[in-house]
């Protein structure tokens, strides 16, 4: 896949330097907490209520990196996005030009088990935040109140499922199936009303599953990975035959920045792994199990064939059939396409978890 020219974090900021990411110490945000901090000298406020799936290990190391040159650029603001009065007080502590809404309870299995937690956080925390983040948006003088932007980071699952064929686009009508996608949908709702009826300059996207260093260990690629250099089985939904849109973390952080700061006030950008040149990143979940154990026989060959330890377990309820994404919109207005192929993604990817299983094994204790 062909790599194209991104400004960078310092060219797309300007003059917001005060950068508010809630959910910075998940998967998705502390990648972006770890791109500000090696590649601007913006100020980074990371709003996390440190839950069950966070973790600073990833933005400790990158900030000892740094040394001197970080200091004083990131503050940890532990906050429950529910709490509607602590959540305003961290807004103003953060006095942002930028917020970039990351933090959400994502895992679909927990959401079928516990949804509360998904709407608690999800919905209510969305709307905690909106509340707070338009108070100081509307108290900020001219200047800065002019070039305030609310980046919401959504997901496709909020579209429900396709069929052999079709992608999501911008214009897909919602349809979710689960209770997580159920929350972000209207988490997306609401950050669309607050637009509308309030004039909060928001930008939104939703994207494809994301894969990649530092994930957290409940999900597909880093329990296959796990599970193969254990020697342990492992587990297949279904037929396994559930075809999803792979974006690598990475490319995905690029994509936020450049939504948030060029995107068109008000719209929403689908942001996939698949480049401009019509390759795909789309693969079952069968295809996706089988390319890591492939990678593993590679790398750990004493514990060759790893397919072997593939096992077929029932699937989960509600398991949406196919999701796809059309990224025309972001490669067009923005001029954004991914980095990396899956296949490349994918190796790296194999390469860090077996590299970090004492992390991986830490987190999964949890």
């Known amino acids: 896949m062909a790599a194209t020219a991104v400004a960078t974090p310092v060219e797309l900021l300007g003059p917001r330097q005060r950068i508010l990411i809630t959910g910075g110490a998940g998967f998705i945000g502390g990648a972006v907490v770890r791109h500000l901090l090696q590649h601007s000298q913006a100020q980074v406020f990371n709003l996390d209520k440190l839950g069950y799936a966070s973790d600073g290990t990833s933005i400790e190391l990158v900030l000892k990196a740094l040394g001197p040159a970080a200091e004083g650029r990131y503050q940890l603001l532990r906050t429950d996005l529910a709490d509607g009065e602590a959540t305003a007080a961290a807004v103003q502590q953060a006095d942002p030009d930028l917020v970039l809404h990351l933090a959400a ?27 707070a983040v338009r108070a100081h948006w509307e108290g900020l003088p001219q200047g800065r109140r002019d070039s ?34 159920a929350s972000k949908a209207a988490s997306d709702h609401l950050v669309r009303a607050w637009h509308h009826t309030y004039g909060l300059p928001v930008v939104l996207t939703n994207c494809s599953n994301n894969y990649g260093p530092w994930q957290f260990p409940e999900k597909l690629i880093p329990v296959v990975i796990l599970k193969a250099a254990a020697g342990e089985a492992i587990p297949l939904y279904g037929d396994g035959l559930n075809v999803r849109d792979w974006l690598y973390v990475d490319d995905h952080v690029e994509a936020i920045l450049l939504a948030a700061t060029r ?14 040149d019509g390759s795909t990143s789309e693969r079952n979940n069968r295809q996706v199990v089988e390319a890591i154990c492939t990678l593993m026989d590679q790398l750990r060959p004493e514990g060759a064939p790893h397919a072997r330890l593939i096992s077929l377990v029932k699937d989960r309820p ?49």
């Open 318 to 366: 509600g398991h949406d059939r196919r999701y796809a994404i059309d990224a025309s919109r972001i490669r067009s207005e923005l001029g954004w396409q991914p980095r990396h192929s899956f296949a490349a993604g994918l190796e790296s990817t194999v390469r860090w978890t077996l590299e970090h299983r004492a992390w991986c094994e830490a987190m999964r204790s949890r």
């Open 148 to 181: 305030f932007r609310f980046h919401h980071i959504s997901t496709d699952e909020v579209f429900g499922s396709l069929g052999a064929t079709g992608r999501f686009s911008e214009t897909t009508a919602y349809d979710p199936r689960s209770p997580y996608s």
């Open 105 to 131: 309870e994502s895992h679909v299995d927990r959401s079928i088990a516990g949804p509360e937690a998904f709407i608690s956080s999800n919905v209510t925390g969305t709307f905690q935040l909106l509340q």
């Open 263 to 276: 995107g068109r006030l008000g719209a929403s950008y689908c942001v996939g792994g698949g480049g401009s």
